[in-house]
C-alpha cells in the first residue's frame, strides 16, 4: 500500500501539555502536508514541508522532515481541548500533480 | 473568497442506483481532486481534475467518475450504488498550476452518501 502509516493512532493528553505525532511513508515524495479534521468533517489544512526543508513552524505547530527516514512529526505545543480532533499526514508524490496520500491519522483527545 | 462547496451535504440512496456529487473550487483555482473516506480503509484518492482534464486517477473501479467543467467545477458520478460505496466523500481544489509542485489543498465539508 502506497498509505502513510500513522502513529499513534490515538492519543489522549492534559490541556497545556505537548502531542506527537509521527507518519512514516514508503515512497519519495514532493512534499508533506498535515491536516486536521474535526468529527468526520472537511479537513483543514495545517502546514506543508518541501522535501528539500528539514523543519517548519507554525504559531503552536512544528513539524520536521527526515527523508533519509521518509518520516516526519508533528508537534502541537501547550494543547488545548479545541485541538480535539484527527490528525493526518499526507504525502504529494513526485510527479504526480495535486494527488495525495493520506496516513491513516491520530486521533488526538485534549481533557480540560 | 469562499470556501470548496459541495452539494448535497448529504444524501441516501439503495443499492443500484446512481448518485452524482459536486464540488464547486475555490474562484481561481484549476486543480479539483476527489477523495473517499471510510472508516475501514481511511481517505483514498479517487481522481483530480486539471483544467477539464483528469490528471491522476485513484483504484477505484470503472463505476467511479468524474469530470470537470469550464469554470472549473467538478461533479463525480458513482453507478450501480454498492452498499460499500457509503462514505464521506470530499473535494478538494487547489491553485496547483500545470507541472508545479503540489500546494496545499482547500476541503469541502464533503458529502456523505448513505447507501441502503
Known amino acids: 500500500s502506497q498509505q502513510g502509516e500513522e502513529d499513534p493512532q490515538a492519543l489522549s493528553i492534559q490541556e497545556g501539555e505537548n502531542a506527537t505525532m509521527n507518519c512514516s511513508y514508503k515512497?519519495?515524495?514532493?512534499?508533506l502536508q498535515w491536516y486536521r479534521q474535526n468529527s468526520g468533517r472537511g479537513l483543514v489544512h495545517l502546514i506543508l514541508?518541501?522535501?528539500?526543508?528539514r523543519e517548519k513552524h507554525s504559531g503552536r505547530l512544528r513539524v520536521t522532515l527526515d527523508t533519509s527516514k521518509k518520516s516526519s512529526s508533528l508537534l502541537i505545543t501547550a494543547s488545548r481541548a479545541a485541538d480535539t480532533a484527527s490528525y493526518f499526514c499526507?504525502?504529494?508524490?513526485?510527479?504526480?500533480?495535486?494527488?495525495?496520500?493520506f496516513g491513516q491519522g491520530t486521533e488526538l483527545s485534549v481533557k480540560p | 473568497k469562499a470556501g470548496v462547496t459541495q452539494t448535497p451535504r448529504y444524501l441516501i440512496k439503495t443499492r443500484g442506483q446512481q448518485v452524482t456529487l459536486s464540488c464547486s473550487p475555490i474562484?481561481?483555482?484549476?486543480?479539483v481532486s476527489w477523495y473517499q473516506q471510510t472508516p475501514g480503509q481511511g481517505l483514498q484518492f479517487l481522481f483530480e481534475?486539471?483544467?477539464?482534464?483528469?490528471?491522476n486517477k485513484g483504484n477505484f473501479p470503472g463505476r467511479f467518475s468524474g469530470r470537470q467543467f469550464s469554470n472549473s467545477r467538478s461533479e463525480m458520478n458513482v453507478s450501480t450504488l454498492e452498499l460499500g460505496d457509503s462514505a464521506l466523500y470530499l473535494c478538494?481544489?487547489?491553485?496547483?498550476?500545470?507541472?508545479?509542485?503540489?500546494?496545499?489543498?482547500?476541503f469541502g465539508p464533503g458529502t456523505r452518501l448513505t447507501v441502503l
Open positions: 478538494a481544489s487547489s491553485s496547483l498550476r500545470t507541472g508545479g509542485l503540489s500546494n496545499e489543498q482547500f
Open positions: 515512497t519519495s515524495i514532493n512534499n
Open positions: 514541508i518541501r522535501s528539500n526543508e
Open positions: 499526507a504525502m504529494a508524490l513526485e510527479n504526480q500533480g495535486g494527488k495525495l496520500i
Open positions: 474562484s481561481g483555482h484549476r486543480s
Open positions: 481534475y486539471f483544467s477539464e482534464t483528469q490528471r
